[in-house]
């Protein structure tokens, strides 16, 4: 909206959902106003003079009508309201009450209770009728008049012969009889021109064309400027439809033929009633909230312009999200009315808004304000100044015309050294005092958008921020992504259906899990939800029992084996990879739940432990945990060992290295986030990153191989999901905010964690954020609470990377667990199967030694179901032609998938099985024995032939 002649616009923060304005300051719509007092002063100009003989209608007639159009709640009714109040000192101007044709009902006549109601409740009208006998008397004979004609009117379908022709004679003389009624009253008040505002013609659907039909047929004297608000494109559905009707009414017409005509028939009719010249359009709110000359005010007070209030909630809604990748969540108010009452929800807060910054709104431009408030939600003041400072260097030394690389990269470090040097004895502050007031904000917001059709995003937002700033303080803590922010089957709850939803997803998400879990999972899958998700992670398969812990043996000393154990407890989980099938699989969800909790609270022992016995967020096997969902039937009992979760107290009471390890790990965690001022996240930043690093799951994920992956490989998939959350944190932190061009790499991750720091996503979105000034080894700490900052440091990183850096070369370990040393071993070559054999076999004679004795049947039993759920992985039928007709290489895979199954016990079985145990024939252990039969005498022949290494 221009702002008209920089007239400052007053927006008083206590009226509430006021129509009427005493003064013409506190009006907002400037522009529209005066455009219609320049049309009205055209029709004024060639009006004649009431007084004078102008009584044919025919030498005037003219549609001067003007539409103010507009949508529901735009303001078009305070325009029509105020009206008198922006144009009081118009003295030639007789400006009637708006009447609402809503209010009337089926068989009135429309005419009658415009005219002749309008003219007799206006003031100015009745005044001139009680202080002038002569022009009050000729008023009332022309108004008898009228309504002698009106009553004909409705008489006419009733009256046959002469009194049927009188009446039609009358309705063709009514609108003539308008013409002098409009005259004579402009006679009395001494005035040159009516206006009659007619509020919300289309409101009344049923009546909307007989409306506008009286404007075309009887409001066309000079004398009168019908003033209509309505939307436009609900008139012309209203027109065309009819026009429509009428062609098809009881013909047989061509029904495309009759369309098409009806809409040009339409545009033609409302070319004429309503003149192109004068439609006058309302601004959008959002022209209003740019409008730097619309100040709020409290009592009278100045306060601060309504554009800082839109920064305001902007920042409180996106914080630091820059916006990247659709990520910017708009503010859903769209109407003046919308805007009003939350102004008015909200008016306990904005006075002190001043306070609470710190801030002198009035020293920055609209270009740095906003940004600056965003700043503030998180920043000391001195901190947010010196990256304003920052920025405007960093940006100079980047985009200055033609600049020498050498140049560049002197300009940038200059940057980064004057930013250090003046956040370096800024203290960061405590926002103690500041997070009550936010979380009031939040409330407001939540509160008002929980009924807003297009208010979900803003409504989960809002509630989510201030339970976490709520939930810090509280003992019992909900973990911190149970918030329906977060869960998609809870967004399909029956107290969310008056938000608008996203549909689509079940047909998307079943598509996927249909081969991959029970039917109850698929059913459970919701029809649409309120904000978009990905897919839930899949999983990948390894052959491990869900029972047995691993520690990267050979190659993980002694003192990492409970960080190793904590990484399995971390990264497995026995679930479904089949409809009716379970194993091990590898997930990335606590890994990110783990991250997550690190950043919106100090976290405990129980927390981790907790984290650990939930299912992995976002997978299928978390949306569809329930009690009462009986799985009972879905699966082979004999493959699920571990149907019950384990509750917190019993995980704790289980091994001692692990339960210290993650007592470690809490301690560490805590000591990092004092360390870097870790304040409460937003959650419309977590939900981003959330989408983001699950969407990329597909690269992060081990299963590119077919077979089972390693325990380092897990590990590796572990620190990749890791560095994927921190590079999604670093895209959507750098930004304006933290003085920072918004430069950010959309590449796929890598699918390995070696030389992340080579990946594009660490050079272009976490690089920025790592600096060394002052020839210093560590990266300084700019203390403006960047994330990406602060997760380089992150303990979960480092018990990844540790993990991973001391397992590149064989350990001298006496703590070994035999089914350990046989997964890390291959079975390439047949020397190596020896070697295993070997190995495994010493350590297992000496666990045996202190295991209890096993039956030869459970033993038996036991081989026979590794044999077969081998060959039904690798799709073998256990039959000796086929396993002849089998190439080396596949049985070479099989013989080392079934010893990878095994624990010691088992293996030393099979062992003996492939050294010639008598074992039944026509038995899977059988078949499994010529297998190995079958492959030495093919390493044999290989061997002996010519030539052969």
């Keep these: 909206m221009a702002e008209s002649n920089n007239i400052e616009i007053e927006l008083p923060i206590d009226q509430g959902e006021q129509a009427y304005q005493r003064t013409a300051k506190t009006l907002l719509a400037q522009d529209v106003y005066q455009k219609i007092a320049e049309h009205l002063k055209t029709s004024r100009n060639k009006t004649p003079d009431p007084k004078s003989q102008a009584n044919d209608l025919d030498n005037y007639r003219s549609h001067e009508a003007i539409l103010i159009d507009g949508g529901r709640g735009t303001g078009k009714s305070s325009v029509l309201v105020n009206l008198a109040t922006y144009l009081e000192n118009d003295k030639d101007l007789l400006i009637l009450k708006p009447v609402d044709p809503t209010l009337l009902e089926n068989g009135d006549d429309l005419l009658l209770n415009v005219i002749v109601a309008a003219l007799m409740r206006d003031d100015t009208v009745r005044k001139a009728l009680q202080n002038n006998e002569r022009d009050a008397e000729a008023f009332y004979e022309q108004l008898h008049k009228l309504g002698a004609a009106l009553e004909g009117i409705q008489k006419q379908k009733e009256q046959y012969g002469l009194d049927k022709l009188r009446a039609f004679m009358g309705n063709q003389s009514l609108a003539e009889h308008v013409h002098l009624l409009l005259k004579t009253t402009l006679s009395l008040t001494s005035r040159k021109l009516v206006v009659l505002p007619i509020d919300d013609v289309d409101t009344s659907l049923q009546l909307a064309f007989d409306n506008i039909e009286v404007v075309r047929k009887y409001l066309t004297s000079p004398f009168i400027v019908p003033l209509i608000s309505g939307d436009l494109s609900l008139y012309d559905e209203v027109i065309w439809r009819e026009f429509h009707k009428r062609l098809t009414h009881k013909k047989a017409v061509i029904e495309e033929s009759a369309a098409l005509r009806a809409k040009d028939l339409a545009e033609e009719y409302q070319r004429k009633v309503l003149p192109l010249p004068r439609r006058i359009k309302l601004p959008a709110l959002t022209s209003y909230l740019q409008n730097q000359k619309i100040i709020l005010t409290n009592q009278g007070s100045k306060i601060f312009p309504l554009a800082v209030l839109q920064y305001w909630l ?33 008016k306990h807060l904005i006075p002190s808004l001043n306070e609470h910054l710190n801030l002198d709104l009035n020293s920055y431009t609209p270009l740095i304000l906003p940004t600056m408030l965003k700043r503030l939600l998180f920043m000391p003041l001195g901190i947010a100044q010196a990256v304003q400072e920052f920025e405007e260097d960093y940006n100079k030394a980047t985009f200055s015309s033609e600049p020498h690389r050498r140049d560049v990269r002197s300009g940038k470090e200059r940057a980064y050294r004057a930013l250090g040097k003046n956040t370096q004895d800024v203290q960061e502050e405590s926002k103690s005092d500041f997070l009550p007031y936010l979380q009031q904000w939040y409330t407001v917001i939540a509160d008002y958008f929980q009924y807003h059709r297009k208010g979900g995003a803003a409504y989960f937002t809002a509630f989510t921020n201030e339970k976490w700033l709520t939930d810090k303080n509280h003992v019992q803590k909900t973990p911190v992504l149970d918030h329906d922010l977060f869960q998609p089957l809870q967004q399909s709850n029956k107290k969310y259906e008056n938000f608008e939803p996203i549909t689509g997803i079940k047909k998307t998400w079943t598509e996927v899990f249909a081969n991959l879990v029970p039917q109850a999972w698929i059913e459970r899958i919701p029809e649409s939800t309120i904000l978009s998700f990905p897919v839930p992670e899949k999983g990948q398969r390894i052959h491990l029992r869900q029972s047995s812990s691993w520690s990267l043996n050979p190659y993980t000393s002694e003192e990492l084996q409970g960080k190793a154990e904590l990484a399995r407890q971390l990264l497995v989980h026995w679930s479904f990879f089949s409809p009716n099938q379970r194993a091990n699989l590898v997930f990335h969800g606590r890994t990110f739940e783990l991250i997550v909790a690190s950043l919106v609270r100090d976290i405990s022992e129980v927390e981790i432990t907790e984290i650990i016995n939930r299912p992995p967020f976002h997978s299928m096997a978390a949306l569809a945990h329930t009690n009462t969902l009986n799985l009972s039937e879905a699966f082979d009992a004999t493959e699920d060992e571990s149907k019950d979760e384990i509750s917190t107290e019993e995980a704790l009471k289980g091994d ?294």
């Design 314 to 346: 902007n920042a409180l809604l996106n914080e630091r999200v820059n916006g990247e990748e659709n990520s910017r969540l708009e503010f859903p108010l769209q109407t003046v009315r919308e805007m009003t009452q939350f102004i008015n929800g909200c």
């Design 656 to 949: 001692q290295k692990t339960k210290e390890t993650i007592s470690d790990l809490a301690n560490e965690i805590n000591n990092w986030r004092r360390q870097n001022n870790i304040q409460v996240p937003h959650s419309w930043l977590i939900f981003n990153v959330m989408n983001k690093a699950f969407n990329q799951i597909g690269v992060v994920s081990t299963n590119k191989k077919q077979a089972s992956p390693s325990a380092l490989e897990i590990i590796d998939s572990g620190m990749r999901m890791f560095n994927s959350v921190w590079s999604a944190f670093g895209s959507f932190e750098k930004g304006e905010t933290f003085g920072l061009p918004r430069i950010i790499a959309y590449v796929n991750m890598s699918n390995s964690s070696t030389n992340f720091e080579q990946h594009a996503h660490y050079r272009q979105n976490i690089l920025p954020f790592l600096q060394k000034i002052n020839n210093k080894e560590q990266h300084h700490n700019f203390k403006t609470g960047s994330y990406t900052f602060a997760l380089e440091s992150h303990p979960l990183r480092e018990l990844l990377r540790e993990l991973l850096n001391n397992n590149l070369k064989p350990q001298k370990s006496t703590n070994m667990a035999s089914s350990e040393i046989v997964r890390r071993l291959s079975l390439t070559r047949a020397q190596q199967i020896r070697a295993q054999v070997e190995t495994a076999t010493n350590v297992a004679h000496e666990i045996l030694n202190t295991t209890t004795t096993q039956t030869s049947t459970d033993l038996s039993t036991r081989i026979n179901k590794i044999i077969n759920a081998t060959a039904r992985e690798q799709g073998i039928v256990l039959k000796n032609n086929i396993i002849k007709g089998l190439e080396t290489k596949a049985i070479q895979l099989f013989l080392n998938s079934a010893f990878n199954r095994c624990d010691a016990v088992e293996f030393i079985e099979l062992n003996e099985i492939t050294q010639g145990k008598k074992v039944p024939s026509g038995t899977p252990q059988r078949h499994f024995q010529y297998m190995y039969e079958q492959y030495q005498l093919r390493k044999k022949a290989s061997t002996s032939e010519p030539g052969s290494a």
